[in-house]
């Protein structure tokens, strides 16, 4: 099996290695001491403060998501959703659900999102901005800097998901201003599916989440920043996962973040060039590191899906909605090689 999705991607042998152990209990002080330093790492690796606040939750990204909006926001806010695709979509709804007044930058497909679209709701009030800063679903990466500055402009908290986007692409959270960031790690981290955290920087966390009545019980961010504080988790973690995390973040940051984005965007480059050779289409929006969206004019990107998956137990990622049969999503993060691009372009060929 080849795995050339987004997540989960191709793990690393450390990681399996890692995977092959009895569970150790948890509440106790060395798996307090394996939490604590995950938190500590999270926070060199997302470039923020010491004084952010760390909610490591069980389950996927989508469970850190439901805490942020739940947790942070509620009747009183006003917020902008940027949706340029299914993720984007996701937080709306989480908005309809937690009855969050909100306002959706809907972008079509293959819209790039500009400083135009902000300007046609700067006269509005808003408290927060809820962003995936790669909407995965299309391969898009929005300007950050671009909506930092209109958050800072207008005094918005600015709530980035950045799943898909962390360690491929620059994300500096303090630098930024974001103020909230969401990761999971199933995607570039290359871990089982399963944990998602939520990185909050100390004044986002004392105005919007800390004094908050409780919605739920097992998203709850006040209990587990509480817990976190000695190392622990208000409810069983998936205990396995935290310790491939920690495995995972010391090699990380031994190897160096920018060597990773570096190599990541070299996959990309590379990819991206054999692609337009052999006559396929990359859209034109800016793209993330983490992969490659190829377009498909004839509609038969589903059919290469199936094609690839059933004769050679290669897996790229097929889209959903109005995109399955036009687009393509090829992963570039995990435990990739040069050779894997070479004969996936081949056998692309020998399909097409
Ligand atoms: C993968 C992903 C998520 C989380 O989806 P899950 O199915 O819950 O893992 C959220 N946002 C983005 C941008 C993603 O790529």
Request: aromatic content about 4%.
């Given at each position: 099996m080849r795995l050339f999705t987004v997540g989960p991607v191709e793990m690393f042998e450390r990681t399996l290695e890692v995977r092959n152990k009895q569970i150790p209990y948890f509440r106790c002080q060395e798996f307090s001491d394996v939490m604590l330093e995950i938190e500590e790492r999270l926070k060199i690796l997302l470039k923020t403060d010491i004084d952010s606040k760390c909610a490591i939750i069980t389950g996927s990204g989508s469970a850190a998501m439901e805490a942020v909006v739940s947790n942070s926001l509620d009747e009183s806010d006003h917020v902008l959703v940027i949706d340029g695709g299914s993720f984007g979509a996701r937080f709306v709804q989480l908005c309809e659900i937690y009855k969050i007044p909100h306002d959706v930058v809907k972008l079509k497909y293959g819209e790039i999102l500009s400083e135009e679209h902000l300007k046609a709701y700067e006269a509005n009030e808003y408290t927060a901005m809820l962003v995936?800063?790669?909407?995965?679903?299309?391969?898009q990466l929005y300007d950050l800097k671009m909506l930092s500055e209109f958050c800072e402009k207008k005094k918005m908290k600015l709530i980035v998901d950045a799943i898909s986007s962390f360690l491929s692409d620059e994300y500096k959270m303090d630098e930024m201003k974001i103020d909230c960031t969401i990761i999971s790690s199933?995607?570039?981290?290359?871990?089982?599916?399963g944990l998602s955290m939520v990185m909050m920087n100390a004044s986002f966390y004392e105005e919007k989440v800390k004094n908050k009545p409780v919605k739920?019980?097992?998203?709850n961010l006040n209990e587990h920043v509480k817990n976190m504080e000695r190392g622990q988790t208000p409810n069983t973690p998936a205990v396995g996962i935290c310790y491939e995390m920690l495995d995972m973040l010391r090699h990380i940051q031994e190897k160096g973040i920018q060597n990773i984005i570096r190599e990541t965007s070299a996959r990309a480059t590379k990819f991206r060039s054999k692609i337009k050779e052999i006559g396929l289409e990359i859209p034109n929006y800016p793209l993330s590191n983490t992969l490659t969206p190829v377009y498909f004019k004839d509609g038969n990107a589903f059919e290469i899906y199936e094609y690839l998956k059933n004769n050679y137990d290669i897996y790229v990622t097929p889209s959903g909605g109005a995109l399955k049969d036009k687009l393509l999503r090829v992963g570039h993060i995990g435990?990739?090689?040069d050779e894997y691009y070479d004969d996936l372009i081949m056998k692309m060929r020998e399909v097409l």
């Open positions: 995936n800063v790669h909407e995965t679903s299309t391969g199933h995607k570039a981290l290359a871990l089982a599916p739920n019980l097992y998203l435990h990739m090689k």
